[in-house]
């Protein structure tokens, strides 16, 4: 487990070195970097050797047969599916579940309105999609309508490239992810 971490670790201060000195696609070093770091620890990084739930196996299915859309989407919610939903949204924008699940029940929204942004769901829908995510949380159901209007705001602001940029982020190894943070923790620490 320590030598896994030494390679995120190691990569991540390399890559710092690499965008500090050189003009480059930081996405794209970013995948390469991790695909990098699976092949050597031969698929072993972070990846979810767990069967797969029978609500995963159907989203993959109709991934795999493009039927997965927004009004599917709001009408897994509808139905209080909220594990379906979460997998056909993961299936959707290529994020892992449990990222997505986080996505849906933070406050604000924010990271929601970015996925559906990238997933190009329109406003309309995503202003669905939110309220019936809000009801799903547990405790108080009531939205706050000051919430939901900050969040269509936000999603306005959203450029659907910007979008697609941070989701594309947030696909990187979560591992490599918690290297990074530290490593840009240690810079500020350095700094002042």
């Known amino acids: 487990d320590l030598a896994k971490r030494m390679y995120w670790w190691v990569s991540a201060a390399l890559r710092k070195h690499i965008v500090e000195h050189y003009r480059i696609d930081e996405a794209d070093l970013d995948n390469k970097i991790q695909d990098t770091i699976h092949d050597i620890l031969g698929g072993e990084g972070s990846i979810d050797r767990t069967p797969l739930r029978k609500s995963q196996e159907l989203a993959e299915k109709l991934q795999k047969a493009e039927a997965i859309t927004p009004q599917l989407l709001i009408q897994t919610l509808r139905q209080g599916e909220v594990v379906l939903f979460e ?52 405790g108080d159901k009531v939205v706050d309508p000051n919430e ?30 918690f290297a990074l943070k530290q490593v840009n923790e240690i810079k500020r620490s350095a700094a002042e």
């Open 87 to 138: 997998d056909l949204l993961a299936q959707m924008t290529g994020l892992r579940t449990n990222l997505i699940r986080r996505l849906v029940f933070e406050p604000g929204g924010e990271g929601l309105a970015i996925a559906c942004r990238a997933a190009d769901i329109m406003k309309p829908d995503f202003a669905s999609i939110f309220l019936l995510s809000r009801s799903a949380r547990p």
């Open 148 to 177: 939901v209007s900050r969040v269509l705001n936000f999603f306005d602001r959203v450029v659907p490239e910007t979008a697609r940029k941070v989701v594309e982020r947030w696909h990187l190894d979560p591992n490599f992810l």
